[in-house]
């Protein structure tokens, strides 16, 4: 059973890898220029490195040249750990703090949260995590107070997929293994009988092997490239983890860092390509993004949204 339902998603993701020559030389394709904008990082001496412009962005991300400036940490369970960065950008995103979480699938369980109040109204948040949580963060996005698109629980569908061509789907399978799905993917996936859990989201900004989509890599492509606002997004790294980002304003101290100032989807795309991610989906950012997670001392670390949400992605050790 293990065999065959790795073989089926495989089969499934296949489908949203780009055809041969797109995109995969690491140059920006032709088309309006992106808003002018550009990162830097904040290395272990103190000095600020640049690593990304808008004017030279790739539409590939085949390296991780940010995995260095980041020191990983523990968490409290094997298999999980977390660190920060800090990145500074263009107007409001000029200084930000980047909490990073990588987790290896293998020793974990995962399962989905849905909680509303009796009113109906979303009612998740990072202080209704079960206690033995190792991981939990709000997941996908929302329309009211239910969560929009695709979800699938313990493999039984609870909700149909939502129609986007920007949209992805975090899925695991039967033999616990997760992946990020292109939407052109879920069709084969709902029919394959094999998958154990599924939310959807969007947009995707990186799919394929490390590409950026292409809405992303150029303006008037239908997406708001302009757009900023406090970040979290999920990604599949190439040795198969779980990478997850969720950025906060760090200007003057945790005081405003809810405030949702932050990243372009195309800045937060080449995060999630600098730190080694091969496809990423963002979730519901702004005052709905929060993440808790347990510490090496036990100790539980939180950073709390504004706004309570409808669904939650948890991660247990297994």
Not at 115 to 128: C, E, F
Not at 176 to 205: K, M, N
């Amino acid at each position: 059973m293990r065999a065959a339902a790795t073989t089926v998603v495989a089969a499934a993701l296949a489908l949203g890898t780009p055809a041969p020559g797109t995109a995969r030389d690491g140059a920006r394709d032709a088309g309006d220029p992106l808003p002018p904008s550009a990162l830097r990082v904040q290395e272990a001496d103190g000095e600020w490195r640049a690593w990304w412009s808008s004017e030279r962005a790739p539409s590939r991300w085949s390296a991780a040249p940010l995995d260095g400036a980041v020191r990983w940490e523990p968490g409290g369970a094997p298999g999980l750990e977390w660190g920060t960065i800090r990145v500074a950008g263009t107007g409001e995103a000029w200084r930000l703090r980047v909490i990073l979480v990588r987790l290896d699938p293998a020793r974990f369980h995962f399962d989905l949260a849905q909680r509303a109040a009796r009113d109906g109204r979303a009612a998740w948040t990072v202080d209704s995590a079960p206690a033995e949580a190792a991981l939990a963060l709000n997941a996908g996005q929302f329309a009211y107070a239910a969560p929009w698109g695709w979800i699938v629980r313990d493999g039984r569908e609870l909700q149909p997929p939502g129609h986007g061509p920007l949209s992805a789907a975090f899925v695991v399978d039967t033999a616990g293994r997760p992946s990020i799905a292109p939407a052109e993917s879920i069709a084969v996936l709902r029919a394959s009988g094999t998958v154990r859990l599924a939310f959807q989201s969007y947009p995707a900004v990186l799919l394929g092997d490390g590409d950026v989509v292409a809405p992303l890599r150029a303006a008037g492509r239908g997406v708001d490239v302009a757009h900023r606002d406090a970040r979290l997004a999920i990604g599949e790294l190439r040795d198969g983890r779980i990478l997850i980002a969720l950025t906060r304003f760090d200007a003057v101290g945790e005081a405003l860092e809810t405030l949702p100032f932050g990243l372009t989807a195309p800045e937060t795309a080449a995060l999630m390509g600098a730190l080694g991610a091969r496809r990423a989906v963002l979730l519901d950012g702004g005052i709905s993004a929060q993440l808790t997670l347990r510490g090496a001392d036990g100790q539980r670390k939180s950073w709390r949204g504004i706004r309570r949400v409808p669904l939650a992605l948890v991660a247990r050790p297994r």
